[in-house]
């Protein structure tokens, strides 16, 4: 049989799909413009094994390593101090099923047609391959576990090991999961095991102590700290007395919030208002179980992490660590993300990988989930496949290739639909942000200077004095737009 590559490369699905030639016709702000030399990833000529840490809805600034007060989590902080951390990472699309598609394809939303988490329950288009389809064809063992929330749970595909929810959203000590082995997949059977992430974790250390000759590739995606945000019981009073200060844009609503657009201050997802099932009453609910969550995710990876070190592993494997999304936590009265605002689309980032990144590097540059993808092709030291429209952030950590990126495209699709947030898309920059709500009559913009208002406080659209910005922001969204195809039904 043909490789996968060459088979995706000979599918012409440009009108189809989403656009087979984009290796070579994407701008380099897009794409990598030459395929990577295939590298010795480790210094005996193994592969690394590879572990993607991918939380949910985990915002960039909720770790101890990024200053935060009141969380500790020091295993994942680990990854960020043995290796490189990546200060400015950002999700293409805040919402869960379409960025954990294009953490895996290397591809924007609306070229895969992953748009919303209505997909999920629709086969991920055969034509477009996720990144562990080539890491099974290399030699890898490949594990998922946790919440897969991909289209059709990623059970079409091959893996030695799954567990996995396919849903938004589980009881965490009953979680409706699937199980399976050497690629056939079992129907779905209510768990009552504990606390969901500890029993997953349980079972990862049993698939990763098993006797193995081949690399192994885990997507250790857990499901905390999603609604309905169950603690671990021994969280159960973490956290008690302890003040929870308020953002400095949290009364914003009680004043109209002032030059907010209309889909903006109509969405539902406000505190102690929304009537959906992620409902939360108070932001010291939210905040204290949210952060709980995290505690523990952070001590199962721990578990993991005294494994590899127990066995001598931890080295010959590289850990990339990201989420799904970020996660608003009272700005603007708000939670839950789908916003192109701030706190809804930075995440976390960071690589260890003693072999090829070294320890406690911090880089600025606006890194994707896009970028995922190539990362680990480059990491095990494959060629990167033509279609990905990421590129690979060791780049960045090495300094070679095109210039980097000075913009990028987000795009928000799921209306009507839970909290009410009307499509929207917009271009970042390193100092601006445009954003343009584009279905309704008449549309309506925000524009922020993020040097000055990282905030997001003052909207500056129509500001003649920042006219000249706002047009060239303008120019960049609609070619982007171009640059990235649109996949046709």
């Not at 047609?113 to 999920?120: F, R």
């Not at 477009?128 to 289209?151: N, Q, S, W």
């Not at 993300?337 to 995440?347: A, Q, T």
């Not at 990167?384 to 000075?406: C, E, H, T, Y």
Request: charged share 25%; glycine share 6%; hydrophobic share 35%.
């Amino acid at each position: 049989m043909d490789s996968i590559g060459k088979q995706f490369d000979r599918r012409q699905f440009v009108q189809g799909g989403a656009a087979a030639a984009l290796g070579a016709a994407v701008a380099p702000n897009l794409a990598r413009a030459l395929p990577i030399e295939e590298e010795a990833p480790a210094k005996d000529g193994k592969k690394p094994n590879l572990i993607f840490l991918y939380t949910e809805g985990q915002r960039w600034d909720c770790l101890s390593s990024a200053g935060h007060p009141l969380l500790k989590t020091p295993n994942m902080d680990r990854i960020a101090h043995e290796g490189v951390k990546f200060e400015n990472a950002f999700c293409t699309n805040a919402l869960c099923a379409p960025a954990r598609a294009s953490a895996m394809t290397g591809m924007w939303s609306r070229s895969t047609g992953a748009l919303d988490n209505k997909t999920v329950n629709t086969p991920l288009p055969s034509d477009i391959p996720v990144f562990t389809d080539y890491l099974l064809e290399a030699g890898y063992e490949t594990c998922v576990v946790g919440k897969v929330h991909m289209r059709n749970g990623m059970k079409e595909k091959h893996w030695d090991y799954y567990l996995g929810v396919n849903a938004p959203a589980t009881n965490y000590y009953k979680p409706k999961m699937a199980e399976g082995k050497n690629g056939k997949i079992g129907p779905v059977q209510v768990w009552n095991e504990g606390y969901c992430d500890d029993f997953v974790t349980d079972r990862v250390l049993d698939w990763l102590k098993q006797p193995r000759e081949k690399p192994f590739a885990l997507l250790l995606w857990y499901m905390t700290p999603h609604a309905p945000y169950f603690r671990a019981r021994r969280h159960l009073d973490l956290y008690n007395g302890v003040k929870i200060p308020k953002p400095a844009s949290f009364d914003d609503d009680l004043k109209g919030y002032p030059g907010k657009p209309t889909p903006f201050k109509t969405a539902d997802n406000k505190i102690g208002t929304t009537d959906t099932g992620d409902a939360v009453r108070s932001i010291e609910e939210l905040c204290k179980d949210y952060y709980s969550g995290l505690v523990a995710i952070d001590e199962n990876v721990g578990r993991i992490f005294k494994h590899l070190d127990d066995t001598k592993a931890m080295d010959d494997t590289a850990v990339i660590h990201s989420s799904d999304h970020g996660y608003l936590l009272g700005e603007w009265r708000l939670f839950d993300k789908r916003l192109m605002h701030e706190p809804s689309i930075r995440v976390p980032m960071a690589i260890r990988y003693p072999n090829r990144v070294k320890a406690g590097a911090v880089k600025k540059e606006m890194v994707l989930d896009v970028d995922i993808a190539p990362t680990v092709m480059d990491l095990v030291g494959l060629p990167i496949p033509k279609q990905f429209q990421g590129r690979s952030m060791l780049d960045v950590v090495d300094n070679k290739g095109p210039a980097w990126r000075k913009e990028w495209l987000y795009d928000y699709y799921e209306f009507p639909g839970a909290e009410n947030v009307a499509p929207h898309r917009g271009v970042r920059t390193d100092t601006h942000k445009f954003i343009q709500w584009y279905t309704q009559s008449p549309q309506e913009f925000e524009l922020y200077d993020l040097k000055n208002d990282p905030n997001e406080a003052h909207n500056l659209y129509g500001d003649p004095k920042y006219a000249a910005i706002q047009k060239d922001l303008e120019a960049r969204l609609a070619k982007l737009l171009t640059e990235i195809p649109e996949r046709k039904a």
